[in-house]
T-cell receptor
Framework: DQQVKQNSPSLSVQEGRISILNCDYT??????FLWYKKYPAEGPTFLIS?????DKNEDGRFTVFLNKSAKHLSLHIVPSQPGDSAVYFC?????????????FGGGTRLMVKP | DTGVSQDPRHKITKRGQNVTFRCDPI?????LYWYRQTLGQGPEFLTY????????KSRLLSDRFSAERPKGSFSTLEIQRTEQGDSAMYLC??????????FGQGTRLTVV
């Protein structure tokens, strides 16, 4: 049972345009959501997070939107840069998860073309 | 403190051998996690420590796997009698109350 899903395995965007990465979850007990970026042969790097009490969180070029009723979150990157090319994972945790352990989606590979 | 450190970065071992990986978390973090990632998948939770206590273990953690955090600082993950299906990236992460999890660079295990 996959509780966190990223339905797009890959996304290609032109430099300067907006990248939108999507994530859906099924567990209504999740109350904290994170996005991680991963380069090959490296561990995931934390990007941005959002608590379920909010519907938007912004940090520079990165904005995460949360729609609790739809159990959907998205990451917007504006403007996209070639250095953003990586695999992006969304992750979720909840009050019932021991120590806030994370459940990850399968990842979306973003390619930003110059 | 430069972040979560894992050693070794890469390990190639023959099937049936035992391997041990080490993780040094961010010093002020009392929570430590092990995850496993296979190709094309997101990381999967294996186990969680709060200080030296192992509080949660995933069903993925078979009897051949054991993790320790003896003094509440560094942690080790041992795999006994390795199998080809154990080939994966093993990721360690640490956090404290109110922070997100910060990951190390991982140990890539290849069982031949």
């Amino acid at each position: 049972d996959q509780q966190v899903k990223q339905n797009s395995p890959s996304l290609s965007v032109q430099e300067g345009r907006i990248s939108i990465l999507n994530c859906d979850y099924t567990n209504s007990m999740f109350d904290y959501f994170l996005w991680y970026k991963k380069y090959p042969a490296e561990g995931p790097t934390f990007l941005i997070s959002i608590s379920s009490i909010k519907d938007k969180n912004e940090d520079g070029r990165f904005t995460v939107f949360l729609n609790k009723s739809a159990k959907h979150l998205s990451l917007h990157i504006v403007p996209s840069q070639p250095g953003d090319s990586a695999v992006y994972f969304c992750a979720a945790s909840g009050i019932n998860n021991a120590g806030n352990m994370l459940t990850f989606g399968g990842g979306t590979r973003l390619m930003v073309k110059p | 403190d430069t972040g979560v450190s894992q050693d070794p970065r890469h390990k190639i071992t023959k099937r049936g051998q035992n391997v041990t990986f080490r993780c040094d978390p961010i010093s002020e973090h009392n929570r430590l996690y092990w995850y496993r990632q296979t190709l094309g998948q997101g990381p999967e939770f294996l186990t969680y420590f709060q200080n030296e206590a192992q509080l949660e273990k995933s069903r993925l953690l078979s009897d051949r796997f054991s993790a320790e955090r003896p003094k509440g600082s560094f942690s080790t993950l041992e795999i006994q009698r390795t199998e080809q299906g154990d080939s994966a990236m093993y990721l360690c992460a640490s956090s404290s109350e109110g922070t997100g999890a910060f990951f190390g660079q991982g140990t890539r295990l290849t069982v031949v």
